[in-house]
């Protein structure tokens, strides 16, 4: 074990190296707002337990959260090209801790879902803006392992974030929900404290543009070409929120064994993650993308074969390998696709299908599980990661040849090869 973890403290060294200080900023800020992650992961339980709502009027107040997420991603992208960066962020982090204490202290159903739903609108806005200000401050050739370490940072702190929100919640909810809107004020005030406004001064100004949030990207054709399989594949990815313990416990496994197979998944992405970055770097991306969604469909693919610990563990670490892979390298591609002028606008659109499928995962999953049985559905996420990987591989070519034309006038696409 000390070897092993002096061979990742080394190779954490070495991803780290030569990264700007601000980006560094924003990483440590990003791990103070997801050591205080309590309240998502528990909504559904406080408002069955401590609000008295039956659980499809939970259901329904969870997914308007889902769904101010999904709005986060346009709005939070929009502003971040329009008004800056650090505009963004600051305003979606302590906005995000309004709307947490607001959400705790809510009794009145309306009020508590309003205030559900606005904290998935303003408490996203900053994943645009952080996406958009690592493609600003990190060279090209960076921007998979500066990506990489950032969404490593998010599943330490996550992991750790969970036994704590235990620990806290002997105190009471309401302990909870405050903690939760200390680190995301405490991340804003390391934000106005020391990272400056990232976004590129242009040399022509913008046309004018109208209020609403933009839809640029989803009126590009390789953007979306990008899009659909990413989709699919976040859909697949998202069983494992509810489907998957739905499953695992009816066949027999306990709650307890089920969160140990679970921390599988977090346990492997600390330890594989700092790795993952350079040996990314050295497959087309395409190539390393239908690995992701090939793999995430084959772990949960794998979740037929039964639910005995040691066949569970094996189908979670598989489509953890899918997860590592995706991360670093599809940021990297929506920041070479995105006009310089529009990065937030594309990350924004990133994070949107992310959320999408936290919306409509959960139905769609349940309806299958319930209806046509756990086989039809684990063989069904094995057929859709499989398309999903056909598919990047097909619009490979595509995407090639407008990256080739893009790096002819804007030297900050990478020259990473599709």
């Known amino acids: 074990m000390k070897h092993l ?20 900023y924003l990483w440590t800020g990003t791990l103070v707002n997801r050591l205080g992650s309590f309240v998502v992961p528990f909504l559904a339980l406080y408002l069955t337990r401590e609000r008295g709502f039956r659980v499809e009027e939970a259901g329904l107040v969870v997914s308007l959260h889902g769904a101010g997420g999904v709005l986060a991603g346009l709005v939070g992208g929009t502003l971040a090209d329009r008004v800056g960066r650090r505009k963004t962020l600051l305003a979606g982090l302590w906005l995000g801790a309004a709307a947490m204490l607001s959400l705790g202290l809510a009794r009145a159903t309306w009020h508590i879902s309003l205030s559900a739903f606005l904290l998935g609108l303003v408490g996203e806005l900053y994943r645009p803006a952080v996406s958009a200000a690592v493609a600003d401050l990190v060279p090209p050739q ?9 969404y490593w940072v998010v599943n330490v702190g ?5 036994p704590l929100a235990g620990l806290a919640s002997h105190f009471g909810f ?25 976004r590129p001064v242009l040399r022509t100004e913008p046309a004018k543009s109208s209020p609403l949030p933009s839809l640029a990207p989803f009126r590009d054709g390789v953007f979306l070409a990008f899009a659909v399989p990413t989709l699919l594949t976040a859909i697949v990815f998202a069983q494992g929120t509810v489907t998957l313990p739905l499953d695992l416990t009816s066949r027999g496994m306990s709650p307890t064994t089920f969160g140990t197979v679970l921390a599988m998944n977090g ?8 790795f993952a970055g350079r040996a990314m ?48 390298v599809a940021s990297t591609v929506v920041a070479d696709l995105a006009p310089t002028e529009q990065r937030g606008t594309y990350q924004g659109a990133y994070y949107m299908l992310w959320a999408l499928s936290a919306c409509v995962a959960p139905s769609l999953g349940s309806w299958v599980l319930g209806h046509q049985g756990a086989a039809t559905l684990w063989g069904g996420c094995l057929a859709v990661g499989l398309f999903a ?11 090639r ?12 696409v990478s020259a990473a090869q599709d």
Request: aromatic share 10%; no cysteine; proline share 5%.
């Open 158 to 162: 996550f992991s750790i974030a969970l």
């Open 281 to 328: 770097g050295r497959m087309r991306r395409a190539t390393a993308l239908a690995w992701a969604s090939g793999l995430t469909g084959l772990g949960f693919g794998l979740h037929v074969l039964g639910a005995s610990p040691g066949l569970a563990t094996l189908a979670v670490a598989v489509w953890t390998m899918g997860e590592i892979a995706q991360s670093p």
């Open 142 to 150: 960076d921007r998979p392992r500066a990506y990489g370490l950032l």
């Open 267 to 274: 346990v492997l992405i600390v330890l594989l993650q700092p």
């Open 5 to 24: 973890l002096g061979r990742l403290g080394g190779e954490f060294r070495a991803t780290a190296g030569g990264l700007p200080s601000t980006y560094w």
């Open 389 to 399: 990987a056909g598919w990047h591989l097909a619009v490979a070519d595509a995407r």
């Open 174 to 198: 309401l302990t909870l929900f405050v903690a939760d809107a200390i680190t995301s004020f405490l991340y804003g005030l390391l934000v106005w404290w020391k990272v400056p406004e990232t």
């Open 401 to 412: 040849r407008r990256l080739e034309t893009l790096r002819l006038t804007r030297p900050e």
